[in-house]
């Protein structure tokens, strides 16, 4: 899909996609000291990023609301995760939230970088947004070893999330982030080389991006970036003896990773090296799939009783809501609220927690809408009280 710019539109916006822990925080701050606006105020730095994160707080706080609401995480493997998000490029209430975010962000300044992980799970919106404005959009997109990035990703995250499933991840935003920016002016960019030769770098970019002023850019004049690039930040170490995922999935990872990595060189993309892409995409969708269909028992087991699978699985947010309600309130009191007054459900109700008992009140067409974490809470609540 072309962004249907001429060359010479005055405003541009840069998003920095890849992965978490591939680089894209490097990136994104070599390009905000390079003359690009990065959208204040910023992500503190901490431990696992100590340079700083170089991406928008409002923007992690935005794709974050959106993610929870369809359950989507940012190290998500499932390839159906990409059909619930697509979506929200035609949710007209976000569309204007994020458009009237983004035009703010242009005032007083033409070139815009926005970096955040979660970038890459809303590739239509950010698109159709700055379209709306007027703005052309170009896409860099940062490549590191699925090793390193899964190794760094466990020492920044903790365990609750296996190496195989962040391998399987790694696949899954890798190959439909390529795919969902085919079309716009991009460039892929490998971390380890970025490190060793940021000029370099940076210039391709330039010239793959448009952007005159990064091509040939001179080392000499950038004192800042050089203290900002530090090599011995490379802490992950690359090798599948620091990971403990099946061979299969190394198989697959590998292929993936030499396909996309060839991206990165010059003259590599290309149209043969798109079809391998797709052709790798079509694979990891059969694969997990499979995983799928064999896991299905696992699923069932950890299903609340009386909750099919087939049912959940089609369920929307909003049905997911009503059952956590359901689960969270005896069935005498949901019988009540849903066939009588509101004194008599009141009444009927009496010894649940006050929070409850409000939401019991509400039709059943909004209490559907509740938020998730609000019906957690409340069947948490609930288990408090009868304990």
Known sequence: MSDGFAPEAPKRLILVVGQGRSGTSLLSGILGRMGFHVPQPEVKADKTNPRGFGEPRWVVNFHTRQMRARRVTVFDSRYKAWEGLAEVAGDERVVEELRSWLAVQFVGTDNVVVKDPRN?????????????LGVRTGFATMLRHPTEVVASARASYGTWQNDTSRAASWVN???????????????????EDLIEDWPREVSRCGDLLDVPWLAGVDRSRHPEVDAFVDPSLRRSPQGWEAVQIRPDLQAMCEQVWDAMSALADPDGDTEEARAKLDAAREAYIDFYAAAEAVAQSSVTAVKPRGQSLATDVSRSSNGRAASGLKSAVPARVRRSALVTGVRESLRVSEGLPLPVRAMLLLPPKYRERLPLPVVHAARWVVRATRR
């Open 120 to 132: 890459v799970w809303f590739l239509p919106l950010w698109r159709r947004c700055a379209a709306d």
């Open 173 to 191: 935003v890798m190959l439909h982030s390529e795919h969902g920016t085919r079309g716009s002016s991009r460039s892929f960019v490998r971390y």
